[in-house]
């Protein structure tokens, strides 16, 4: 389970707000804002303090997130968020690790690190800002758009089939998948809550409307009026029907936990963690002299 150490006095909204004014660049109605609101009142809720959080993100409109949040951040190259996060997590176990991508920046440039990060269940947060389409590099067609969409790389309409994050989640092995909507900021927050609460890789994909360049269909109201709350009629140990409902799209769509089961992470069967779990492999000594290590790095390199 993620490590969650109550701060010495209560964490409030303002302990997020960053210290420097940041002139935020979304656009006005932009999703992410509800993402960003649900993610402070999450980490809130759960009284977890800034500096034992991290964020990590690639490229994209909501990838500035980091930007607008005051806890340790780190923004990296376009798909890179997921090897990044994992790689932070392990060497720093105490931490409460998040990575925040697009559909673009995560399902596609980083697809191959998302499908490797599910199945080895690292203990981290993956919250995917899903508005199928570019948004930042103005509406070009992402790996969730739907087919028949237009943009500037499909003017004739998009011919690929979409990637459906549930689905493929479920099939490579995710521990926690979950979907929310950047219009229902508290279901949105207790969903994040649970996703970071839970032992191993969690993924929340985030209905987000684009209210600049994807704003034919999929806007507030249209979802509005088709999502549904999985919690009423699905049990999330079920994961072939979970794999049912992951299908849903149209009249109805579902949002909730679709599957949640424990399974060992990566994190309790690292040898070097787990020989001084205690202490962060980032904060132990070399296990070797400055000399021997950098003859080491000069060999390698």
Known sequence: ????TPAPSPV????????????????????????????????????????????????????????????????????????????????????????????????????????????RNVNLTHLVENNQTYGLTKGQTSPTSDPGYISSTTPEGNVEFAINPISVALAAGATFVARGFSGSVKPLRDLIAMAIQHPGYAIVDILQPCVTWNRVEYTYKWFKQRVYDLAEEHD??????????????????????????????????????????????????????????????????
């Open 1 to 4: 389970m993620t490590t969650v």
């Open 12 to 119: 409030t909204l303002n302990d997020y707000k960053p210290l420097f004014a940041e002139e935020n660049t979304w656009c006005a109605g932009c999703g992410d804002f509800g993402i960003l609101a649900a993610l402070q009142q999450a980490l809130v809720q759960l009284e977890i303090a800034p500096h034992r959080v991290m964020v990590v993100s690639g490229i994209g409109c909501g990838s500035k997130l980091p930007d607008y949040i005051r806890c340790n951040g780190w923004q990296t190259l376009h798909g890179r968020a997921l090897p990044v996060a994992q790689g932070f997590r392990l060497v720093q176990h105490h931490m409460t690790v998040l990575a925040v991508t697009g559909d673009g920046d995560g399902l596609g440039e980083g697809g191959n690190h998302w499908i490797h990060a599910m199945r």
């Open 236 to 301: 999330p140990a079920d994961r072939t029907e979970a794999f049912r409902r992951s299908l849903e799209w149209g009249d109805r769509i579902p949002l909730g936990v679709f599957y949640r089961e424990e399974r060992d992470t990566l994190d309790a069967q690292t040898t070097a963690i787990q020989m001084e779990p205690e202490r962060p492999v980032a904060l132990r000594e070399l296990p070797v002299s400055r000399e021997q290590f950098e003859a080491l790095k000069t060999k390698l390199t």
